[in-house]
């Protein structure tokens, strides 16, 4: 079986041609089948939008939650049984507007989970309107005088959020984006890529071309642990880099928590009463 | 004396809520049954409080009409409890308040002790409440060693010098009760009871020993009045069972984080009140037509919006049976006492596993907060059916019907086999997204009509099943009417209406039937409970109805509920 085959099932997908979700969904499943994870051990949860379909062309436990609500269910299911591989993936509306409460408070919490940023800077499901990663200036139904907010910018808010592991990759660079993703599952931690994926029908400022153009390839062989030269490399790049930007050792949540539980909350005997004993008399 | 009651007031946060659990739990280890209604503010410190404690030797899940002992550590103490002290009843004040102005009809005779100054002699100026203690413990002729004991649990980890201070307050108190003026109340004496230690509980523990004993290992929630202290117990037991708990960053991560630990395959809640159960709709709609099973504790509060957070009132029953967007499956119950609070926390999650929805388990604020002396209820588990993981009858390389017929399996991620999809959107019998007006009719049946068996068990306990009235109530409104019913003699006969949805339509038309009215009493405006009485009525049966309601954020008096009730007769 070719590796693309392992995580790929039959559901007729419906992005766009060109689209740049097709390219994060391939390297998705190349990361997972290169890193031998069973389909039935990874669950993709995913919100509401373009991009959350990616767990239905998937062949994986996929969960298409509410829009914005992607992490809590996905920290939900790690929290349940962390020896899953826990995906989430959402646009950068679900994961930067509605959810973004959520999403700092994923990334401070660190539970090991990878979360794909699927970033077109636009809402394309709702066809075009403007998202709060577009840039100034951006003509919408929404904003047709032009988006007069300037942009969040996820990795920064990310370090400041106290992340453990940072990458921004793009859809047309294939084995790079790879790469990240596999990083990022491996990573005992929260981790956060942020993947420029463009969207061919409602912002076209943002194509391939303009993003190979713009995007800048970190340095390779700088120092990831440096949060301080992160901060300067996301201002010197204004965002636009593709690249693990830092990452640290931090120990995970579920490691934080009594040490290393080794029974996945799945796991235990709920049956096992004992358990309760002298709780009344405490009451006493 | 049968029943004694006595008010301790003061300021939020000088000791009073310390002192009535200590009285209250040295009664209850005595033999006798307390009930505490406690009044305070939504601050942490200044504000007035008071807890008003009724000891009977029967259990007493409501509070009554007057007081027999007043402990005032501050003036609105002595001005707010004038509607409960006859003029029969002792104030005893602390000295540093003064004279007590002029009501009319008369004051009950207030006396002056010097609680801040004995402390302060004490060593410890916080220690005034345990001088209190020490001054009840003689005039109501207790058992001081089981005060002492009671300090000591209290105050030992505080410290030898603080627990030596309070000892020593408590001695100071008991001398004062051997002043002069106190003799004509020597009939200030309970009557003997068997010695038997009894747990003092409320509600929100209740609940929650229910929840661990249901089997529920995981539960996210976000602090709020007044159902804080259900994540607080079990943020404080579940590790030592291997469980969690998480106190997330909103209501809504909440909600939707439960659902994701549940659809992992444990047993999952959240708890919260009205303000969050706003917030959790949409999570909630998702658990019902993703089919993923989710236990939601509502412990309710005066609303809309902020309301007063630290009032009683049942008005979100509405919200369980009617809201959020679409329609839904989910099932409502609710406890009318500590023990159903137990229980029913406990059964939620067997219910939820068993019919794949949402439960919501609607307690409130009074059923939640005041203490009440209870007898130890065993702490037995059901058994558990329906549970979420399974890899049974689930075929290899091929997604799983999840959604297929009556399967109501439902295999966790890591089950070889069971892959499927899971989403809010209609969806086909893989889960996947399906539009189509076939399937779409037949997932809404498939969610919507699987409550036949459980509709069928009854959702009401009542004694009697005929006669000339039947008082119908729920959560902390029942506590209060079967106080107030007691004086009847059958002819009023209460109801505990345990289950909103699915509800109990042929148990309750058939009491419909058989009694000559019916009478709701609920804390609301509207009549949440009565108006879903009326739909599910015979329409021959519907003059029977009537409504008592009350929204003032105050609990009903026995008389409200008497004068009711015989007008009804």
Same mark, same amino acid.
């Given at each position: 079986?070719?590796?693309?085959?392992?995580?790929?099932?039959?559901?007729?997908?419906?992005?766009?041609?060109?689209?740049?979700?097709?390219?994060?969904?391939?390297?998705?499943?190349?990361?997972?089948?290169?890193?031998?994870?069973?389909?039935?051990?990874?669950?993709?949860?995913?919100?509401?939008?373009?991009?959350?379909?990616?767990?239905?062309?998937?062949?994986?436990?996929?969960?298409?939650?509410?829009?914005?609500?992607?992490?809590?269910?996905?920290?939900?299911?790690?929290?349940?049984?962390?020896?899953?591989?826990?995906?989430?993936?959402?646009?950068?509306?679900?994961?930067?507007?509605?959810?973004?409460?959520?999403?700092?408070?994923?990334?401070?919490?660190?539970?090991?989970?990878?979360?794909?940023?699927?970033?077109?800077?636009?809402?394309?499901?709702?066809?075009?309107?403007?998202?709060?990663?577009?840039?100034?200036?951006?003509?919408?139904?929404?904003?047709?005088?032009?988006?007069?907010?300037?942009?969040?910018?996820?990795?920064?808010?990310?370090?400041?959020?106290?992340?453990?592991?940072?990458?921004?990759?793009?859809?047309?660079?294939?084995?790079?984006?790879?790469?990240?993703?596999?990083?990022?599952?491996?990573?005992?931690?929260?981790?956060?890529?942020?993947?420029?994926?463009?969207?061919?029908?409602?912002?076209?400022?943002?194509?391939?071309?303009?993003?190979?153009?713009?995007?800048?390839?970190?340095?390779?062989?700088?120092?990831?642990?440096?949060?301080?030269?992160?901060?300067?490399?996301?201002?010197?790049?204004?965002?636009?880099?593709?690249?693990?930007?830092?990452?640290?050792?931090?120990?995970?949540?579920?490691?934080?928590?009594?040490?290393?539980?080794?029974?996945?909350?799945?796991?235990?005997?709920?049956?096992?009463?004992?358990?309760?004993?002298?709780?009344?008399?405490?009451?006493? | 004396?049968?029943?004694?009651?006595?008010?301790?007031?003061?300021?939020?946060?000088?000791?009073?809520?310390?002192?009535?659990?200590?009285?209250?739990?040295?009664?209850?280890?005595?033999?006798?049954?307390?009930?505490?209604?406690?009044?305070?503010?939504?601050?942490?410190?200044?504000?007035?409080?008071?807890?008003?404690?009724?000891?009977?030797?029967?259990?007493?899940?409501?509070?009554?009409?007057?007081?027999?002992?007043?402990?005032?550590?501050?003036?609105?103490?002595?001005?707010?409890?004038?509607?409960?002290?006859?003029?029969?009843?002792?104030?005893?004040?602390?000295?540093?308040?003064?004279?007590?102005?002029?009501?009319?009809?008369?004051?009950?005779?207030?006396?002056?002790?010097?609680?801040?100054?004995?402390?302060?002699?004490?060593?410890?100026?916080?220690?005034?409440?345990?001088?209190?203690?020490?001054?009840?413990?003689?005039?109501?002729?207790?058992?001081?060693?089981?005060?002492?004991?009671?300090?000591?649990?209290?105050?030992?980890?505080?410290?030898?010098?603080?627990?030596?201070?309070?000892?020593?307050?408590?001695?100071?108190?008991?001398?004062?009760?051997?002043?002069?003026?106190?003799?004509?109340?020597?009939?200030?004496?309970?009557?003997?009871?068997?010695?038997?230690?009894?747990?003092?509980?409320?509600?929100?523990?209740?609940? $929650?020993? /229910? =929840?661990?004993? +249901? !089997?529920? *290992?995981?539960?996210?929630?976000?602090?709020?009045?007044?159902? #804080?202290?259900? %994540?607080?117990?079990?943020?404080?037991?579940?590790?030592?069972?291997?469980?969690?708990?998480?106190?997330?960053?909103?209501?809504?991560?909440?909600?939707?984080? $439960?659902? /994701? =630990?549940?659809? +992992? !395959?444990? *047993?999952?809640?959240?708890?919260?009140?009205?303000?969050?159960? #706003?917030?959790? %709709?949409?999570?909630?709609?998702?658990?019902?037509?993703?089919?993923?099973?989710?236990?939601?504790?509502?412990?309710?509060?005066?609303?809309?919006?902020?309301?007063?957070?630290?009032?009683?009132?049942?008005?979100?029953?509405?919200?369980?049976?009617?809201?959020?967007?679409?329609?839904?499956?989910?099932?409502?119950?609710?406890?009318?006492?500590?023990?159903?609070?137990?229980?029913?926390?406990?059964?939620?999650?067997?219910?939820?596993?068993?019919?794949?929805?949402?439960?919501?388990?609607?307690?409130?604020?009074?059923?939640?907060?005041?203490?009440?002396?209870?007898?130890?209820?065993?702490?037995?588990?059901?058994?558990?059916?329906?549970?979420?993981?399974?890899?049974?009858?689930?075929?290899?390389?091929?997604?799983?019907?999840?959604?297929?017929?009556?399967?109501?399996?439902?295999?966790?991620?890591?089950?070889?086999?069971?892959?499927?999809?899971?989403?809010?959107?209609?969806?086909?019998?893989?889960?996947?997204?399906?539009?189509?007006?076939?399937?779409?009719?037949?997932?809404?049946?498939?969610?919507?009509?699987?409550?036949?068996?459980?509709?069928?068990?009854?959702?009401?306990?009542?004694?009697?099943?005929?006669?000339?009235?039947?008082?119908?109530?729920?959560?902390?409104?029942?506590?209060?009417?079967?106080?107030?019913?007691?004086?009847?003699?059958?002819?009023?006969?209460?109801?505990?209406?345990?289950?909103?949805?699915?509800?109990?339509?042929?148990?309750?038309?058939?009491?419909?039937?058989?009694?000559?009215?019916?009478?709701?009493?609920?804390?609301?405006?509207?009549?949440?409970?009565?108006?879903?009485?009326?739909?599910?009525?015979?329409?021959?049966?519907?003059?029977?109805?009537?409504?008592?309601?009350?929204?003032?954020?105050?609990?009903?008096?026995?008389?409200?509920?008497?004068?009711?009730?015989?007008?009804?007769?």
């Amino acid at each position: 079986m070719a590796l693309i085959d392992v995580y790929t099932n039959q559901v007729e997908q419906t992005w766009c041609p060109g689209c740049g979700h097709y390219s994060v969904l391939r390297a998705l499943k190349i990361a997972l089948a290169r890193l031998e994870i069973q389909n039935h051990d990874s669950a993709i949860v995913s919100g509401i939008g373009c991009s959350g379909r990616i767990g239905g062309y998937t062949k994986a436990y996929g969960f298409h939650g509410i829009h914005g609500r992607s992490l809590p269910i996905a920290q939900g299911i790690k929290l349940a049984n962390r020896k899953l591989t826990v995906i989430a993936a959402g646009g950068d509306g679900d994961g930067f507007a509605i959810g973004t409460g959520h999403a700092m408070h994923a990334i401070k919490r660190n539970i090991d989970i990878t979360y794909l940023l699927m970033n077109n800077q636009v809402y394309g499901l709702t066809k075009g309107h403007t998202s709060p990663l577009s840039e100034l200036n951006f003509v919408t139904k929404s904003t047709p005088l032009g988006q007069v907010e300037d942009p969040l910018k996820p990795s920064l808010l990310a370090l400041s959020a106290g992340g453990s592991f940072i990458a921004q990759g793009f859809s047309g660079e294939q084995e790079k984006l790879i790469e990240l993703i596999m990083k990022g599952i491996l990573h005992k931690g929260f981790s956060l890529i942020n993947i420029f994926s463009p969207c061919v029908t409602f912002n076209p400022g943002k194509s391939y071309a303009w993003l190979r153009e713009n995007l800048v390839s970190l340095d390779e062989s700088r120092n990831t642990s440096d949060r301080g030269d992160a901060f300067k490399a996301c201002l010197e790049t204004d965002g636009l880099f593709t690249g693990l930007l830092y990452e640290n050792n931090a120990p995970d949540y579920q490691s934080r928590i009594s040490g290393e539980n080794k029974t996945a909350l799945i796991n235990l005997d709920i049956k096992n009463t004992r358990l309760l004993d002298g709780l009344i008399e405490e009451f006493m | 004396m049968k029943t004694f009651t006595m008010i301790i007031g003061g300021i939020q946060g000088e000791g009073i809520v310390s002192a009535g659990s200590i009285l209250s739990k040295a009664f209850s280890r005595s033999g006798y049954y307390t009930y505490t209604h406690r009044t305070f503010a939504s601050r942490i410190k200044g504000g007035h409080t008071r807890s008003r404690i009724e000891i009977t030797p029967f259990r007493n899940a409501a509070a009554g009409t007057s007081a027999n002992l007043i402990v005032a550590f501050d003036k609105e103490t002595r001005e707010t409890t004038f509607d409960f002290s006859p003029q029969s009843c002792l104030m005893v004040s602390d000295e540093r308040l003064g004279s007590v102005s002029k009501r009319p009809g008369g004051n009950p005779e207030n006396i002056s002790l010097p609680f801040s100054e004995a402390s302060a002699k004490a060593g410890n100026k916080l220690a005034k409440t345990t001088v209190a203690l020490g001054f009840l413990c003689r005039l109501l002729k207790l058992n001081e060693d089981l005060f002492a004991e009671l300090l000591a649990e209290k105050y030992k980890k505080k410290g030898v010098s603080v627990l030596q201070a309070n000892l020593d307050a408590f001695e100071s108190g008991l001398e004062m009760a051997e002043m002069p003026c106190f003799k004509k109340y020597k009939n200030f004496k309970l009557d003997d009871v068997p010695s038997v230690k009894r747990p003092v509980m409320t509600g929100n523990y209740a609940l $929650a020993l /229910g =929840a661990l004993a +249901g !089997g529920c *290992r995981f539960i996210s929630a976000y602090p709020i009045t007044p159902a #804080s202290e259900i %994540m607080e117990y079990m943020s404080a037991k579940l590790p030592a069972m291997g469980g969690l708990m998480l106190q997330t960053e909103d209501e809504i991560a909440a909600v939707t984080m $439960a659902i /994701g =630990a549940s659809y +992992g !395959g444990v *047993r999952s809640m959240t708890s919260t009140s009205g303000p969050g159960l #706003s917030l959790m %709709m949409e999570g909630i709609g998702l658990s019902a037509m993703a089919e993923i099973p989710l236990v939601v504790i509502d412990s309710q509060r005066v609303g809309p919006s902020t309301g007063l957070p630290t009032r009683v009132e049942q008005s979100d029953f509405d919200t369980a049976l009617y809201g959020g967007h679409g329609e839904y499956p989910s099932i409502s119950l609710a406890p009318y006492s500590v023990e159903t609070c137990f229980s029913l926390s406990r059964d939620a999650f067997g219910l939820a596993d068993e019919f794949s929805c949402p439960v919501f388990v609607m307690s409130d604020l009074a059923l939640g907060l005041f203490p009440q002396t209870v007898d130890p209820f065993e702490i037995v588990t059901k058994d558990h059916s329906g549970e979420a993981t399974s890899s049974e009858d689930l075929g290899e390389d091929t997604y799983f019907k999840r959604y297929s017929g009556n399967n109501e399996i439902r295999p966790a991620p890591g089950t070889p086999g069971g892959i499927h999809y899971t989403t809010g959107l209609e969806h086909g019998p893989l889960g996947a997204p399906d539009n189509s007006p076939e399937n779409r009719i037949r997932m809404m049946r498939r969610r919507m009509e699987k409550f036949d068996s459980l509709s069928k068990l009854p959702g009401i306990t009542v004694e009697k099943t005929s006669g000339p009235l039947l008082v119908i109530a729920t959560g902390s409104a029942y506590g209060i009417c079967q106080k107030a019913l007691k004086s009847f003699e059958g002819e009023a006969v209460i109801g505990a209406l345990h289950r909103l949805k699915p509800f109990p339509e042929k148990q309750f038309s058939a009491l419909a039937e058989s009694f000559d009215s019916i009478l709701v009493v609920e804390y609301n405006y509207g009549g949440q409970i009565f108006e879903l009485l009326k739909k599910n009525i015979r329409l021959d049966d519907i003059h029977k109805l009537h409504s008592l309601t009350k929204f003032s954020g105050e609990p009903f008096t026995l008389l409200e509920i008497e004068n009711k009730a015989k007008e009804l007769i």
